[in-house]
């Protein structure tokens, strides 16, 4: 089983929800939206929207920028990328790798076993 | 940071496994995503001791890596640093540990793949997302089925 850890396991978190999901296909589209236009398409309130961007934000999926009272909001999925082809990549190499390698040390463990009982019955 | 883990369970003694692991003809016969054969397979076997391993893969393409044992300590730890020649994925210099322990079946063998701090940095600041989110939800929904999401 792969683990994906740290600042992954927070961005999986964060898009388990769908309300967050929702907004972030939206930040997509749009590029960027305020707080309150975010809040807009959902029935809850304007601090329940609040919280779902923090998690967001904590995840590094967006960005927050304030000018006066109006907070915009904008994707911000650089990391996450960079760190799911890596992942992906050595996932490949080393999965495949470690098939190979079980089979070979199993082989070799089964070779060695036959080798020892053979030694006991010589003695 | 970020790091890949994979756990696996393996039938033989962990010191047949740490020497697969570690001798060029162990190497030989397992390195590479696909099967693919390896071409060049050199080991120091000692903490500070250099690895190297070129490898063919099915496409023809051929990739070499190579690091330096930062721990060497059979048949328990292994730890190394992991380059590719020419920095051919742009990836600078990562880390791996390999702890095998003695269970009942053989080998539990845990693996850790951690890019270093500095590559994240510098990864986090590349420019360009198009198909990010795209990735992210398959990505996510290929996970959900299977664990702890």
Known sequence: MVNYETSLDRTFAALTDPTRRAILVRLEREAAATVSELAQPFAIKLPAVMKHLDVLDEAGLISRSKAGRTVTVRLRPEPMREAMDWLQRYERFWSGSFDRLKALAEAQEKAAQAAEARKDGDE | M????????????????????????????WWGPDGGPVLIAETEPRAGGRFRVRFRMLDESEHESS???????????????????????????SRIEIDLRAVAAGTELTFTHAMLHDEETRLSHTDGWAGALDKLQRHFEALKGTAHV
């Open chain 2, 2 to 29: 970020t790091s890949l883990t994979l756990v696996r369970q393996i039938a033989a003694r962990p010191s047949i496994v740490f020497d697969a692991l570690t001798t060029p003809e162990g190497i030989r016969c």
């Open chain 2, 67 to 93: 690091g330096e044992y930062l721990e060497f300590d059979p048949p328990r730890r292994l730890a190394m640093s992991w380059r590719w020649a020419g920095d051919e994925d742009k990836g600078g210099e």
